[in-house]
């Protein structure tokens, strides 16, 4: 199961110059902090102080003419040596340090694309070789005397991959273009023969892929229900007093049903990542494109790389390097990620009505809408942040992070109007004040957007050996993913599909119970006591699940032979803790009943046939149908038996593996059986 994004708001250098800004506030400012009732006056109150925390972008934003032309030079020398993988990682560096500002600049970008589809056709990996002189005749500025060099490589490569017709026309374009070359007419003639040669002679296509899972059948389309578009139409939310809004099984479901498919409102790919998945859509990046105007990021297209620099990443390109510098965390990437995404004219027109809702204090009438959107910002800014649980001290920091992102924001082209660092204005001060509101949401509601990459060892998964990992490489927040309650026990699991969340659920789920996701700890890997002090320390709340408040056992505290059967009379709550070998005739201390465990026993036995079949499955790659034959498994388990047990956690954990095969994998994640 994976956890929440994570609470930390910044660390590094910045936090130090936070804490040297809040020593020097006055007692009289601090009061004011302490009586202030709302984000914005906040804002006003620390903004002079936090003004003397200095603020240095990077006017070149990390591009660098020369070290990409010392890359170009570097990245041949691997090519000539046939070091092709080398050749590949020093193109790719060369690719994202080069600017795009002159010809000159543009000329050398085009040089290395071609490079590096050159290193792809002598791999054989034709179709990336093809998305590169795609990605080269976009740029455009490649030397019309070399053009000929790329229309034999494009030809070549489509008749590998068997398409004659476009393979013809690349053939007839190398000819063409042989006229703008520089080659003298010896050197012409040759050609002219290479080409002549290279159409009558096919390319075998070499397919380089190592043990593939083997595909899915065609995925089922998920249809949400009509107020929560992103939720099954068996999904229910509720509301109290103690719990807040919560989801609920408004019908029994089914172990294995995806319960939840969410878009982020916004999301982020985290500064570890910044160079290996694209800034739009999340994609492991194995050929990145660049960004023009910064070497801080990637995209997987320049499909992606339009979409993200029409948004978000227009606004933010200046200031990213200043961020990832100061450590800032993924929670403040998002808060000003959720402002950076829209124009700024679209939160002026919402300020009046925000400000209603909070002068009113009748946000749960006025909210509450036909649709419950991902993309509605109104679901956003009513999410938990528990401000009346918030030290001082924290909030200081958090209204001096968000002061900073919003002076970061200023030196933007973000605000239609001109402004300046030394004064506030009323409209800064609002979207700051909505920048710290951001940052205290987020604390609760961010979730980690992950990837499966293989682990360099064998690593121990409750009674498994894996050779795989989840790895999180960026955060998003979604609305009503965000409505779920934590449990150590949870109901679901979660993956991603580039930046898509997808939750399914792990246990059948009766209805009228609560549907429970997990903030991190779980109990079968930590104890009650570590469970709980994490809890406290991120989520700020004493954990009440079951597990916790029957201090179930972690699993290698658990024995195979050791069952907790239900009690046979129907709707009796009462659960034995028996041993195989025990009296099989048990008197309920509920119902005072006899309940036999032998029908339990022998409904159990089915397992033996099961489980072998599913494993056998699991290690051909056949996830599918190993996820269904565990599914099977789990259901006489949860029909006989009740957690905790080894077996119920160990067909859950393959269930599990099943399913986030099904998400985000790294580009060079390859499936290895477990042991």
Known sequence: MSEKAGSNIGHSEFQKCCQKVIGQLTPETLDKLN?????????????????????????????????????????????????????????????VLCPQDTNESRELLT??????????????????????????????????????????????SYDALGNERLSSDAFNQAVESLKHSKLDEEAMEAKLKEIDTARKTKVNKVDKHGLELVPSSSPEIFVGAKEYIAAHPKVAFEQDAYQG????????????????????HCSVVDSEHALNNC???????????????????????????????????????????????????????????????????????????????????????????????FDDYDNVFFLCRNEHLRSRNDLLHYTCMSI???????????????????????????????????????????????????????????????RYENVTIGAGLYPTLALFNHSCDPSIVRYNVKNKMVVRTIKPIKAGEIIYEN??????????????????K???????????????????????NELRIPCATEKCPFVFSVRTEDDPFLTCDYCKKITSILPAVKGLMILDEILPEAEELFGNGDLENAMHKFLQGLEILYKHTRPPHPEIIKVQHRIRACMIHKGNKSHHYKFLDFV
């Not at 290193?119 to 000929?148: A, C, M, R, S, W």
């Not at 700020?540 to 658990?558: A, D, Q, R």
Request: proline share 3%.
């Open 35 to 95: 009586e202030s009732k709302d984000e914005e006056t906040r804002v006003r109150l620390l903004y002079e102080a936090v003004t003397k925390i200095e603020i240095t972008p990077d006017k070149d934003r990390g591009k660098s003419y020369e070290l990409a032309l010392e890359g170009k030079n570097v990245g041949n020398s691997f090519f000539a040596k046939k070091e092709h993988q080398k050749a590949l990682k020093t193109y790719n560096m060369a690719i």
């Open 111 to 156: 040089i290395l694309i071609s490079n590096r589809s050159a290193t792809y056709f002598e791999l054989k990996e034709y179709k990336k070789v093809l998305n590169d002189i795609d990605y080269l005749i976009e740029v455009g500025n490649y030397p019309q005397h070399l053009q000929y060099k790329v229309w034999l490589r494009k030809a070549k």
């Open 245 to 264: 809004r919560f989801a609920i099984a408004a019908e029994d479901i089914e172990a294995g049903t995806v319960i939840v498919e969410e878009n982020p």
């Open 279 to 373: 800034q739009y859509c999340f994609v492991s990046v194995e050929q990145p494109i660049a960004c023009p105007m910064c070497a801080h990021v990637v995209f997987c297209s320049t499909i992606c790389e339009r979409l993200a620099n029409k948004g978000f990443h227009r606004v933010e390109c200046p200031v990213l390097e200043v961020l990832f510098k100061n450590g800032a965390s993924v929670n403040c990437l998002l808060a000003m990620r959720i402002v950076s995404q829209r124009h700024y004219s679209f939160f002026n027109d919402k300020k009046n009505k925000l400000k209603d809702y909070l002068r009113d204090n009748c946000k749960k009438s006025i909210i509450k809408k036909k649709n419950y959107r």
């Open 404 to 466: 900073y992102l919003l002076r970061l924001l200023k030196t933007t082209k973000y605000f239609p109007f001109e402004v300046t660092d030394e004064a506030l204005t009323d409209d800064e001060a609002y979207i700051g004040g909505l920048i710290l509101r951001h940052l205290q949401l987020l604390q609760f509601n961010a979730h980690e957007i992950s990837e499966l990459a293989n682990n360099e060892k064998v690593v121990m998964q409750v009674g498994f050996q894996a």
């Open 519 to 536: 903030y991190g700890p779980l109990y079968m890997t930590q104890s009650t006591e570590q469970r709980q002090e994490v809890l406290k």
């Open 538 to 560: 991120s989520y700020w709340f004493e954990c009440l699940c079951i597990p916790c408040v029957e201090m179930w056992p972690t699993f290698n505290e658990m024995h195979e």
